[in-house]
């Protein structure tokens, strides 16, 4: 990832390269809502796709569902989504703008009690230190407490400045906000059912386990796997596709015995870093654990842990780990009557089973992949002045295109063989794009720029020894290959693939 790469880089090659759009943008735009453009869905679906392998299709313990998104209202009554789904949100009188309690932290000066407290987000600190120094006359920020603003009894709020004001006593008191869509299930007015749009995948999972568990003949341990939509009434959005009002998931529920849930928690940590490194590319430094101390645990949660990637705005989390205990599969047996409890055919033991989950963002994990893969490299350009490109260093399991075949000429000599090299590429599974439009440093430059990680070119020498060029994206290295073998060599290298830093 370039250095001091900012969100604004990112957003801004999203529209210019077709990748992310904001919905409704003729009408306006509509909030924390976004449209994938033609190499956002390849980015998006290769991810998904990556997931859905490593995590089904090379697991026997692993099966896959679809669940709908319309379920009946009592299932979030047993998750306890109906009553605890809700943030705490306070308002800035001053600013107009409005944030979650629980993400607003406070310097609270230990003895000067003149001071005000000032909230920041912990993203801005550096801003609100600046604000400190100034309002204070220089008493260095080593000298204030930092407390969550939660701690702040409700008499001391008048005293805090907000992160976005200069006045104290603007934060109104927090409200709790349900993040939960609602909508109507029938079609005559006064005849509906008030029912709600999933705002997870999991419980379509948990209120499956029989069905499946029976059907697919799967033994306890095994897993359940779900990629789809969810919608949460976010009040507060922020950074781009990070955090939206729809969004998908890349959920697998893992049911154990109830005595090796620590066991395979541990297990699924490994195993779900290991898919961002050697399956995505990320770079392990650019990778971190942020466990989830006992007193922020959710209620269903016996241990949790976020996998968080460096992104320009810090560390974020882009999947979470739990052990979810047996709270789910007990409630649902509790609220529904039913019996959600497994018997081992083996030893003949009848438990209710745990469950360690592992819930990762499609949205954040594009965005992540994005921002991993964005460089500004500097080459020479024409008349031997150093110029600036940038370039999407996508591994190729990901990039929307795996590789870019261009003509020499327009000549029919060339553009025909052309089109039939990448007629073949493409049935045997590669993303191509063909492209005889400008010179071949520009169609070079479109492709970097869209991560395209191989570049070929068909050229008059081709017509005499059936042999193309291969331009690799990070080196600029230029090989000659024989036009049979290029998909046997395209093959190879990304088997082998290693992408320079």
Not at 383 to 398: A, D, M, Y
Request: charged fraction near 30%; proline fraction near 6%; include cysteine.
């Amino acid at each position: 990832m370039t250095e001091q790469l900012t969100l604004d880089q990112i957003v801004s090659l999203a529209k210019r390269r077709g990748f992310i759009f904001q919905s409704s943008e003729i009408y306006g735009g509509l909030g924390a809502c976004w449209d994938y453009g033609p190499l956002g869905v390849e980015l998006k679906n290769n991810i998904k796709n990556r997931w859905w392998e490593y995590m089904v299709h090379a697991r026997e313990n692993v099966v896959g569902m679809d669940g709908s998104i319309l379920m009946h209202p009592e299932i979030w009554v047993a998750s306890g989504h109906v009553a605890g789904f809700h943030d705490p949100m306070v308002d800035c009188k001053e600013s107009k703008k409005r944030y979650r309690e629980d993400h607003l932290l406070v310097y609270k000066h230990p003895v000067k009690e003149d001071l005000p407290y000032f909230a920041f987000v912990e993203a801005a600190a550096e801003e609100v230190e600046k604000k400190v120094k100034k309002m204070t006359k220089g008493i260095p920020i080593e000298d204030f407490n930092v407390v969550p603003l939660s701690e702040i009894p409700i008499p001391e709020r008048d005293r805090v400045i907000g992160p976005d004001a200069t006045e104290p006593g603007t934060l109104t008191e927090p409200r709790q906000f349900n993040l939960m869509f609602k909508t109507q299930l029938g079609a005559l007015e006064g005849q509906t059912n008030e029912i709600y749009l999933r705002p997870e995948t999991a419980q379509a999972i948990f209120v499956n386990f029989k069905n499946i568990q029976q059907t697919s003949r799967q033994r306890v341990p095994f897993g359940i796997a779900q990629i789809g939509k969810a919608f949460r009434n976010e009040i507060v959005t922020k950074a781009f596709i990070f955090r939206s009002r729809e969004f998908e998931q890349m959920e697998m529920q893992f049911f154990i015995p109830p005595d090796e849930d620590d066991q395979w928690y541990e297990w699924w940590k490994g195993e779900r870093h290991k898919f961002y490194t050697d399956v995505l590319g990320i770079r392990k430094e650019n990778l971190n654990w942020e466990p989830h101390p006992p007193n922020k645990l959710a209620h269903y949660a016996k241990a949790a842990v976020d996998i968080t990637f460096k992104f320009p705005m810090g560390w974020q989390e882009i999947e979470g780990i739990h052990n979810r205990g047996d709270f789910d599969l007990s409630q649902h047996a509790k609220h529904s009557g039913k019996d959600m409890s497994y018997r081992d055919p083996v030893n003949n033991q009848t438990y209710v089973p745990k469950v360690i989950e592992t819930s990762a963002g499609v949205d954040r994990s594009v965005l992540m992949a994005l921002c991993e893969a964005y460089a500004e490299v500097e080459e020479e350009g024409e008349g031997h002045k150093r110029e600036t490109r940038s370039v999407l260093q996508f591994h190729p399991n990901i990039a929307p295109i795996s590789v870019a075949i261009f003509p020499l000429s327009k000549k029919d000599e060339l553009v025909d063989p052309s089109h039939r090299l990448e007629e073949s590429l493409r049935a045997q599974g590669f993303r191509t794009s063909y492209d005889v439009t400008g010179s071949i440093g520009k169609r070079y430059r479109r492709q970097d720029e869209i991560g395209t990680p191989f570049c070929l070119t068909f050229d008059f020498d081709s017509l005499e020894d059936q042999a193309v060029t291969i331009r690799h994206r990070d080196t600029m290295q230029q090989d000659r290959v024989a036009i049979d073998r290029v998909g046997e060599t395209l093959r190879e290298k990304i088997r082998n693939w290693n992408t320079p830093r």
